[in-house]
């Protein structure tokens, strides 16, 4: 796996010439520092877009585009939660000018999950209770229930799923 930093459109184009098989664009960086919009909108937006963008011309028909949201879109204002729900818009856009080729656009908006570095080992028994009492499962999610979600959106099954943003969070947040 070819790790790069894509906040820059050069690094982003070095990326995607390196690219052979597949994709995997991370959006993403814990909110718990106060950051300026633009470095958030930066980490959490720019760096799907300019990824995508960089290998855009590489897709084919049955190619899918997985972002990674975060239930913070619903939740969180400020720019961590606009970046989020930019992502989310930017995908429904994009999968209006990419489905007619075939290709398929979506987020996996996800919930909390405990086993990852987003909290950055600040999160206190306190937060960890209060999140996974939101849940209507009243656990917090799993790296690999992302991934099986990531793995469902590019099957073959999933080809008719395009444009949407799936909320995988325990039912902390709802849509009708």
Do not use: C
Request: no cysteine; proline share 3%.
């Amino acid at each position: 796996m070819h790790r790069s930093d894509h906040r820059r459109a050069r690094t982003v184009r070095a990326a995607a010439a390196a690219v052979r098989d597949g994709v995997r664009a991370d959006a993403g960086e814990g909110p718990l520092r106060r950051r300026p919009w633009h470095a958030n909108l930066t980490q959490n937006l720019l760096t799907a877009v300019l990824t995508t963008a960089s290998v855009r011309d590489k897709l084919a028909s049955g190619s899918s585009i997985i972002s990674i949201g975060s239930i913070g879109a619903e939740r969180r204002g400020g720019s961590y939660g606009a970046a989020k729900a930019a992502l989310a818009a930017w995908n429904a856009s994009l999968s209006g000018e990419l489905g007619p080729h075939g290709i398929t656009s979506n987020v996996i908006s996800a919930g909390y999950i405990a086993d990852t570095n987003f909290f950055r080992g600040q999160l206190t028994d306190e937060r960890h209770n209060a999140l996974v009492e939101e849940t209507h499962n009243k656990r917090p999610g799993t790296v690999e229930e992302i991934a099986e979600t990531a793995y469902f959106l590019a099957s073959p099954g999933a080809r008719h799923i395009t444009g949407q943003t799936f909320h995988v969070n325990g039912g902390a947040f709802t849509t009708r």
